[in-house]
C-alpha cells in the first residue's frame, strides 16, 4: 500500500485519496446537470462520507456551491 500511494503521488503530482474525491466531484457535478437528484443523496452515492469536505472540495474545484451549478444550468437553458 504505501508503494502504490508513493508512486500515484509521484506520477499523478496528488495522492491518491485527492484524486479519488476529485473524480467523485466531478461526477456529482455532471448528475447536477443532468438530474434532479438532491445533493445530499448524490454525496452519498457517490462516496461522500464527509458532506463538509465535499462542499471544501466542491468550491475549490469549481468555485461555487453546488446548488449555484444547478440553478446556472436551469436559466441558462432558457427557463425562467
Known amino acids: 500500500?504505501?508503494?502504490?500511494?508513493?508512486?500515484?503521488?509521484k506520477n499523478?503530482?496528488?495522492?491518491f485519496g485527492r484524486y479519488l474525491n476529485e473524480i467523485r466531484v466531478s461526477k456529482i457535478h455532471h448528475d447536477l446537470l443532468y438530474t434532479d437528484e438532491p445533493v445530499s443523496r448524490l454525496i452519498e452515492r457517490?462516496?461522500?462520507?464527509?458532506?463538509?469536505l465535499f462542499?471544501?472540495?466542491?468550491?475549490?474545484?469549481?468555485?461555487?456551491?453546488p446548488s449555484q451549478v444547478r440553478c446556472?444550468?436551469?436559466?441558462?437553458?432558457g427557463n425562467g
Do not use: A, I, Q, W
Not at 12 to 15: P, R, V
Not at 46 to 52: A, T
Open 1 to 9: 500500500k504505501e508503494y502504490f500511494c508513493r508512486f500515484f503521488k
Open 12 to 15: 499523478m503530482g496528488m495522492s
Open 46 to 52: 457517490h462516496g461522500f462520507l464527509n458532506s463538509k
Open 55 to 65: 462542499y471544501d472540495m466542491f468550491r475549490s474545484v469549481y468555485g461555487c456551491r
Open 72 to 77: 446556472d444550468n436551469y436559466f441558462s437553458e
